[in-house]
Nanobody, 127 residues
Framework: QVQLVESGGGLVQPGGSLRLSCAASGFTLDYYSIGWFRQAPGREREGVLCISSGGGSTYYLDSVKGRFTISRDNAKNTVYLQMNSLKPEDTAVYYC????????????????????WGQGTQVAVSS
């Protein structure tokens, strides 16, 4: 059974850090680009960051540049989203998604191109 499971969310104070994990089961991530998305209450889902199967990263959201980074550990079949200098406006449910890209440096342009989605993990930034 193909599955993506996010973890690592929680409550953090402004300026704090969290590392989210996206673990895959039922398939190997080696040839998949992985994107992180988020959805805040009352807002549409938005793309945050993507890492291609070739290892290159693409930012979907300018507001996280310099604060968020993405990495992958294919041996652990897991992708990570490191979030630093968190702000209240980063509060959202964070989702990871996988798109088969066959080892290329391609990251999907939009959420509709992704094949698999996780259930999400809640991130709350508040004092």
């Amino acid at each position: 059974q193909v599955q993506l499971v996010e973890s690592g969310g929680g409550l953090v104070q402004p300026g704090g850090s969290l590392r989210l994990s996206c673990a895959a089961s039922g398939f190997t991530l080696d040839y998949y680009s992985i994107g992180w998305f988020r959805q805040a209450p009352g807002r549409e889902r938005e793309g945050v960051l993507c890492i291609s199967s070739g290892g290159g990263s693409t930012y979907y959201l300018d507001s996280v540049k310099g604060r968020f980074t993405i990495s992958r550990d294919n041996a652990k079949n897991t992708v990570y989203l490191q979030m630093n200098s968190l702000k209240p406006e980063d509060t959202a449910v964070y989702y990871c998604a996988a798109d088969y890209s066959g080892g290329s440096y391609y990251c999907p342009i939009g959420p509709g191109e992704y094949d698999y989605w996780g259930q999400g993990t809640q991130v709350a930034v508040s004092s």
